[in-house]
């Protein structure tokens, strides 16, 4: 079992930055990835991004591209998703997930999940 809690969400206005955190505790050497994901009011759980724990090799979709970075701190086991340049349509909750293995942008690959975190992003 991999328990994940992230960190980090709020209020900000359109332009501003936010960083989200996301620690995990248990079986975290089983995780291959680490990855973001959101999801709006009426809408699909979307692929936001995603890191590779042992290389560190990141994954973003093409909307946040320039505007979000993911990290990773491996002395604490915490994934983190510096949000910048926001937009309204980033407005979500955002969830943290464990990847064992499988595909790095589906969420139905991930075996573990944060509760989430909402971030609403104001014009």
Not at 17 to 24: K, P
Not at 75 to 101: F, I, R, W
Request: one cysteine or more; hydrophobic letters at 35%.
């Amino acid at each position: 079992q991999v328990q994940l809690v992230e960190s980090g969400g709020g209020l900000v206005q359109a332009g501003g930055s936010l960083r989200l955190s996301c620690a995990a505790s248990g079986r975290t050497f089983s995780t291959y990835a680490m990855g973001w994901f959101r999801q709006a009011p009426g809408k699909e759980r979307d692929f936001v991004a995603a890191i590779v724990w042992s290389s560190g090799h990141t994954y973003y979709a093409d909307s946040v591209k320039g505007r979000f970075t993911i990290s990773r701190d491996d002395a604490n086991n915490t994934a983190h998703l510096q949000m910048n340049s926001l937009k309204p349509e980033d407005t979500a909750v955002y969830y943290c997930a464990a990847l064992l293995g499988g595909s790095i942008y589906s969420w139905g690959s991930y075996d573990y999940w944060g509760q989430g975190t909402q971030v609403t992003v104001s014009s």
